[in-house]
C-alpha cells in the first residue's frame, strides 16, 4: 500500500484533517471496529462494491477513499448532481485504461448522491460492476431501498453509517487544536458547536474554519461562547437545545402528519426548516405521506403534494414555503389510509415468492393472424360494450389463481364509496359464476 501523500498546510480544515488511515477515522466504530463487517472487507484484500448510507458529514467519502488507498486502485469519482452519462462514460475509458497498462491497476468508482442519477444512468453502471472492471461505492443520505435501482441494490453490499457522536466531535475539536488550526475554545462554545455540528463532522470543520479566520482577524487567543454567538448569530442560537438528530424530527412530523395533528405537523415542518433541512427533500417527504398514508381516501392529496413541490421549485424560499405548510395541513388533517401502501407490499411480497403464471389466452394481445390463429385474445369480452361498462363474471388473475384480495379499502373518506362498488361488482360476478 502506497503512502498517502500529507495534505497542503493551505488546504481546507477538512482536508487537512481527513484521515489518512482507517486508524485515524472518528466514528463509525460499528462497522469499522476489529472483527466488524466493513473493517473485515478492507482487510480481505479483495475490494468490494457497496452503497455507504448516512447524513452529510459523517465520512462516506472519506472511507471510499481509504479503501482506494487499501487496495492500491485508482481513485475515480462523480458526483451525480453534476454528472451524466458522459462522465460515466469518461470513467469507464478511464478504469479500462488501468486496468489494460503497463502496470495494471483496479479502479474504485465512487459517486456521490448516487440517488440523484435516474434508472438509465444507474443501469449504465451495471455491465461494468459485473465484468469486474471497477468497484462501485456509492454514496446517499437517501434510503436506497426506494433510490437505488434493484439490479444495482443486489449486486453491492449496503453499509449504514451514523451521525458522528457528541464525543467524536469533540476528538475533531482536539485534532484542529492539535494542528494548531484554531485557538484555544471555552467549553461552553464547544458544547454549543458541537450541537450545531448535529453529528456532521464536515458542518463542525467548516464553522471552525470559519472561526479561526474571524479569531485570527481579531486578534483573540480563545474563542468564547459569547463571542461565538456575536459571530454566528441566529445559526448557533437555532441550536441552543441540540441534540435532535435529522431522522428523529422527520419521523416525528411523519407520525404527526399519520395521527392528524395538524399544529404538531406544522411545528415539526418549522422546525426542519429552521433547523436546515432541505425544503425540496421535506416536500419529497409529503409526496411519500400523501401515497402511504392517506392514498386513495383522498387522492387530491397526492396532486397537492406535487402541486406544491412545483410551487417551491417556482418561488424558492422563503415564499415557496407557504405552499409546504399549505399541504403539510391539508396532509394532516385528511382521511387516513394505509389500504395502497399495504396492497402494493401485499402485492410484491406474493409476485416474489410465486411462480410466473402465464398470462390467460383470453387476456392476450393479438397483433398477428398467427397469434389470432393460436387463440390469443379468443373470448375477451370488451368492458365497455357490457352493460354497466363492466363484464361481470370475467376473470383478469391466471388461471388457477384465487382472488388474492391485496386492495382492501377502509371505510373512510373516498374509500367508503369505494368499498361499497367494489362490494357491488363482487355481487354481480358472483350472480355470475
Known amino acids: 500500500m502506497k503512502p498517502v501523500p500529507a495534505p497542503s498546510p493551505h ?115 451495471l455491465p461494468h460492476v459485473e465484468s469486474g472492471l471497477f468497484t462501485f461505492i456509492g454514496a446517499t443520505t437517501e434510503n436506497p431501498s426506494f433510490e437505488v435501482n434493484s439490479a444495482l441494490l443486489s449486486r453491492a453490499a449496503v453499509y449504514v453509517l451514523q451521525p458522528l457522536s457528541e464525543d467524536d466531535l469533540k476528538r475533531i475539536v482536539t485534532k484542529a487544536q492539535a494542528i494548531d488550526a484554531v485557538p484555544a475554545i471555552e467549553s461552553a462554545a464547544i458544547d454549543r458547536l458541537i450541537a450545531y455540528a448535529d453529528g456532521d463532522a464536515r458542518r463542525l470543520l467548516n464553522t471552525l474554519e470559519t472561526l479561526s479566520v474571524a479569531a ?24 441552543d437545545k441540540g441534540g435532535e438528530q435529522f431522522y428523529d424530527t422527520i419521523s416525528a412530523l411523519h407520525k404527526s402528519v399519520r395521527g392528524s395533528d395538524p399544529d404538531a405537523a406544522l411545528y415539526w415542518f418549522v422546525r426542519m426548516l429552521d433547523g436546515g433541512a432541505d425544503p425540496r427533500y421535506m416536500a419529497r417527504r409529503f409526496i411519500r405521506m400523501a401515497s402511504e398514508d392517506i392514498g386513495l381516501a383522498d387522492p387530491r392529496a397526492l396532486r397537492l403534494a406535487l402541486d406544491a413541490a412545483d410551487v417551491y421549485e417556482r418561488l424558492g424560499s422563503p415564499e415557496g414555503e407557504l405552499a409546504l405548510a399549505e399541504c403539510v395541513i391539508y396532509l394532516a388533517v385528511a382521511p387516513k389510509s394505509n389500504a395502497v401502501y399495504k396492497a402494493f407490499n401485499e402485492a410484491k411480497a406474493f409476485v416474489k415468492k410465486d411462480g410466473t403464471r402465464p398470462v390467460p389466452m383470453h387476456l392476450r394481445n393479438a397483433p398477428t393472424k398467427l397469434m389470432k390463429a393460436l387463440d390469443y385474445g379468443k373470448g375477451y369480452r370488451y368492458a365497455h360494450d357490457e352493460e354497466d361498462g363492466f363484464a361481470a363474471g370475467e376473470r383478469y388473475l391466471p388461471d388457477g389463481m384465487a382472488q388474492p384480495g391485496f386492495y382492501r379499502p377502509v371505510e373512510r373518506g373516498l374509500e367508503l364509496r369505494i368499498a361499497d362498488k367494489l362490494r357491488e361488482l363482487k355481487k354481480r360476478n358472483d350472480q355470475k359464476n
Open 216 to 239: 485570527g482577524s481579531e486578534k483573540l487567543t480563545e474563542i468564547t461562547d459569547v463571542w461565538l454567538l456575536k459571530v454566528l448569530g441566529e445559526r448557533m442560537r437555532r441550536y
Open 11 to 125: 488546504a481546507p480544515l477538512a482536508e487537512r484533517l481527513r484521515p489518512r488511515t482507517l486508524a485515524e477515522v472518528i466514528g463509525q466504530q460499528h462497522m469499522l471496529g476489529e472483527g466488524m463487517a466493513l473493517r473485515l472487507a478492507f482487510e480481505s484484500g479483495q475490494p468490494h462494491s457497496c452503497i455507504l448510507w448516512g447524513p452529510p458529514g459523517v465520512g462516506k467519502t472519506t472511507i471510499a477513499r481509504l479503501m482506494a488507498d487499501a487496495f492500491d486502485a485508482q481513485f475515480l469519482t462523480i458526483s451525480a448532481v453534476l454528472g451524466g452519462v458522459k462522465d460515466i462514460r469518461e470513467a469507464v475509458e478511464r478504469a479500462d485504461a488501468a486496468r489494460t497498462g503497463l502496470s495494471p491497476q483496479r479502479t474504485i468508482l465512487f459517486v456521490d448522491e448516487v440517488h440523484r442519477f435516474n434508472k438509465s444512468q444507474q443501469d449504465a453502471f
